[in-house]
């Protein structure tokens, strides 16, 4: 059998622009696009299904699941990153009298995108029916000089990569 040769355009790098860490930008009304500091882009997990048969186990994919993200905020002085955060768990939950809002009312659609170096979108993902899962308005500390943070965890029921 002869050997396959193989193009010198095979086998030569081809130049690619790689997408970078610092290059994106995530759009949703409430919060200011300059206070964000740190973002995930979405994970997808999926239940394993198991089906015993005589000495063998054969596996099939089962339900997926969006697992949350974090992203993570500079607080300003004004406008406050935390009321900000604090008016969209308030859709959530109203703690003065314990009210649980409409999912209608809460969950948010974002758009986490991606830029290229001329600021072209070069990713978009849309998420959608997103809310805070979870909060941690940071810690505070005499010794440091560092900016103040807000965590937020966001639970979303999809996430679709548009490009």
């Not at 970078?20 to 964000?36: E, M, P, V």
């Not at 000495?55 to 993570?72: D, H, L, Q, V």
Request: net charge negative; aromatic share 12%; proline share 6%.
């Amino acid at each position: 059998m002869p050997h396959e040769l193989l193009e010198p355009s095979q086998m030569l790098s081809q130049m690619v622009e790689p997408k970078r860490k610092f290059r994106w930008i995530l759009q949703y009304g409430g919060i200011d696009a300059y206070t964000l500091k740190t973002a995930q882009r979405p994970n997808m997990a999926f239940e394993d299904t198991v089906i015993d048969y005589m000495n063998n186990k054969i596996y099939f994919a089962g339900k997926g699941t969006w697992e949350p993200i974090t992203i993570t905020l500079y607080d300003p002085i004004a406008p406050s990153a935390a009321q900000k955060v604090r008016d969209w768990l308030q859709l959530v939950w109203e703690n003065v009298q314990g009210r649980m809002g409409y999912k209608d009312f809460y969950a948010k659609n974002l758009n986490l995108k991606l830029l290229g170096p001329d600021g072209a979108v070069a990713e978009d993902w849309e998420i959608l029916k997103c809310w805070p899962l979870e909060v941690n308005y940071g810690e505070l500390d005499y010794a440091s000089s560092d900016p103040v943070e807000i965590s937020i965890t966001l639970r979303f029921d999809q996430a679709v990569l548009l490009h």
